[in-house]
C-alpha cells in the first residue's frame, strides 16, 4: 500500500525518444508535484498540480509536459529526449499548498539517456 | 542562484554523539523550513519542521533550531543511531506564494558509526 508510487523506476532509452513517467498517489492528497534531482543532487521543483490545475510551471523545456487525468495521478510526458534529461525524477504529493503541508515523496524514477 | 545551502556535503558522528547538520538561506521572505531524511533508492521523507515564527521545534530525538536574524537552520539529532545514517535534505518555504513550492538545499550526507 505505497502511498506515493512511480513506474517505471528505471528507464534507459536513446536520445530522440518520447518517453512518459507515471505517478499516483493513494493518500487523498489534493496537490501533486515533479521534482528533477540533478547529477549535482539538488531537489528542484518542475511542475505542481492542485486538484488538476497547473499552479506552478518552472523553466522547463516545452519537451516536457505533465498531465494530470484526475487529482490521484500525475504524468509526466517528455518528447525528443536529450542527454542532458538523464536525472532522478521524484513525485510527491501533499495535502494542500500551504507552507505546513509536508510533501510525501515516491521513490523515484531514474532516467539514463544512451 | 543557490537561495538554500548546506555547506557541508557530509558528516561523521559516533553512535550515542550529537550530530549537527547545518543550512542557511538567503531570502527573507521564507516563512517555512523543513527537514527530509533520503535512504538511497527511496524518496525523501519529512522529519521535522519550524515556522518563522519560532525558533525551535522539537520531536523525539530531532530538534530543529532556527535563527531568523542569520538566516540559518540547523537539526540536531541526539543521540545519533546508525539508521540515521542517510543524506538530510533541508528545504524552505515562501507561504505568501500558496503554491507549496519548496527550495531544497543539496543535501549533507550523515553517516553515524557504531
Known amino acids: 500500500d505505497t502511498a506515493v508510487s512511480q513506474t517505471p523506476k528505471y528507464l534507459v532509452t536513446q536520445m530522440g525518444n518520447d518517453k512518459s513517467i507515471k505517478c499516483e498517489q493513494n493518500l487523498g492528497h489534493d496537490t501533486m508535484y515533479w521534482y528533477k534531482q540533478d547529477s549535482k543532487k539538488f531537489l528542484k521543483i518542475m511542475f505542481s498540480?492542485?486538484?488538476?490545475?497547473?499552479?506552478i510551471n518552472e523553466t522547463v523545456p516545452n519537451r516536457f509536459s505533465p498531465k494530470s487525468p484526475d487529482k490521484a495521478h500525475l504524468n509526466l510526458h517528455i518528447n525528443s529526449l536529450e542527454l542532458g534529461d538523464s536525472a532522478v525524477y521524484f513525485c510527491a504529493s501533499s495535502r494542500g499548498t500551504g507552507s505546513s503541508q509536508p510533501q510525501h515523496f515516491g521513490d523515484g524514477t531514474r532516467l539514463s539517456i544512451l | 542562484d543557490q537561495q538554500v545551502k548546506q555547506n557541508s556535503p557530509s558528516l561523521s558522528v559516533q553512535e550515542g554523539r550529537i550530530s549537527i547538520l547545518n543550512c542557511d538561506y538567503t531570502?527573507?521572505?521564507?516563512?517555512?523550513f523543513l527537514w527530509y531524511k533520503k535512504y538511497p533508492a527511496e524518496g525523501p521523507t519529512f522529519l521535522i519542521s519550524i515556522s518563522s515564527i519560532k525558533d525551535k521545534n522539537e520531536d523525539g530525538r530531532f530538534t530543529v533550531f532556527l535563527n531568523k536574524s542569520a538566516k540559518h537552520l540547523s537539526l540536531h539529532i541526539v543521540p545519533s543511531q546508525p539508521g540515521d545514517s542517510a543524506v538530510y535534505f533541508c528545504a524552505a518555504s515562501d507561504g505568501s506564494s500558496n503554491t507549496g513550492k519548496l527550495i531544497f538545499g543539496q543535501g549533507t550526507t550523515l553517516q553515524v558509526k557504531p
Open positions: 531570502n527573507s521572505m521564507f516563512d517555512y
Open positions: 498540480y492542485n486538484n488538476k490545475e497547473l499552479i
